[in-house]
């Protein structure tokens, strides 16, 4: 009897860390990989981005990563909290609209970035490094050097 035992509670004990393994480390581990892409696409297009020139392939790289994430963070909805899951959604939603820009220049001289930049240097597993400048300032100093 004591064998049989033995044998459930082991049974048991796998059974129950690979649910923890499934269900609570590999989404986290597979958010911390979203987030290195993520600031690996941010960090590689840094010129672009910030000049609002990325092509269309590059802003599906960059949104696909942003995407992921928060795909991920609701799928699991035992794994994350709200906070974790408000911080994705912010994230993606500034990624989506810094990213329309680049692909839609006419539209920038109405539109204020410096929010969107704050927000996405506020994220702790987010590495970006940005210069917050506006889109009149680049076009003052582009005629600066044409002068």
């Known amino acids: 009897m004591t064998v ?23 989404p986290r581990i597979r958010v911390n990989n979203s987030y290195m ?5 941010f960090l590689l297009y840094q010129s672009k981005i910030t000049n609002y020139n990325l092509s269309q392939e590059q802003v599906k790289e ?3 990563a942003s995407t992921e994430i928060l795909a ?3 799928s699991y909805w035992f794994t994350f909290n709200k ?3 408000k911080e994705a959604l912010s994230l993606n939603q500034s990624v ?5 820009f680049c692909l839609h220049r006419e539209n ?10 704050n927000n996405l240097k ?9 210069r917050e400048t506006t889109f009149q300032q680049q076009s003052q100093e582009s005629e600066l050097l044409h002068i």
């Open 4 to 26: 049989f035992i033995t044998v459930i509670v082991g049974v048991l004990i796998f059974s129950i860390s690979q649910y923890v393994l499934e269900f609570v480390i590999k």
């Open 37 to 41: 892409i993520l600031s690996q696409k």
């Open 62 to 64: 960059i949104r696909s």
């Open 72 to 74: 991920i963070t609701y």
């Open 83 to 85: 906070k974790e899951k």
């Open 96 to 100: 989506n609209f810094i990213t329309h």
């Open 108 to 117: 920038l001289k109405e539109i204020d970035f410096s929010e969107e930049w």
């Open 122 to 130: 506020k994220k702790k597993k987010l590495l970006i490094e940005f």
